[in-house]
């Protein structure tokens, strides 16, 4: 596996294959970039761990279709990045420390998920059931960029594509 590297333009990269998957340090979320489709998880290595291992089982076979690159920031649960990449079988990159720029879209994202979880609240305060609403309603919520779909359209429609091209 390639060894994990700076990407230089991140959002250049989105737009382009349009299938990446982008893990936010500090902000516990997994963003499937195609759909700007977020899932929230810890912010631990082990947990980040186990998310690719639960989505690799999720998505098998298709999971390299689905999954071109994760692109992470250099946040602790990921300072073991090779055995990420191994987990996730997934070239990863890092976004430029302090340029949140490089991750507009996720930057968005936060802004949305701050409506409910004020910056600098502990998740750990919060009731699963919470975070699963306020999750669902980010992904409810259609988005200028997505030509007004929701994020859950989009990354069905992409899911529906893969699966009828196997």
Not at 25 to 38: D, K, P, V
Not at 105 to 133: A, M, S, W
Not at 139 to 153: F, M, Q, V, W
Request: glycine content about 4%; proline content about 3%; aromatic content about 14%.
């Amino acid at each position: 596996m390639k060894k994990a590297g700076f990407i230089n333009y991140v959002i250049k990269h989105f737009f382009e294959d349009g299938r990446s998957l982008d893990v936010c340090a500090n902000r516990s979320l997994a963003t499937g970039e195609f759909s700007h489709y977020q899932t929230v998880c810890t912010r631990i290595l082990p947990a980040s761990c186990r998310l690719f291992k639960c989505f690799k089982k999720q998505y098998s076979e298709h999971w390299n279709d689905i999954f071109k690159t994760i692109t992470t920031d250099n946040g602790s649960e990921f300072a073991d990045l090779a055995n990420l990449e191994q987990v996730s079988k997934t070239l990863i990159y890092y976004a430029h420390p302090y340029t949140s720029c490089d991750k507009g879209t996720v930057e968005r994202h936060n802004g949305l998920i701050r409506r409910f979880i004020p910056k600098g609240d502990c998740i750990n305060n919060y009731f699963l059931q919470q975070i699963i609403d306020i999750e669902t309603w980010c992904n409810s919520l259609p988005r200028k960029i997505l030509a007004y779909h929701t994020p859950d359209e989009i990354f069905e429609r992409e899911l529906d594509q893969i699966y009828q091209a196997a």
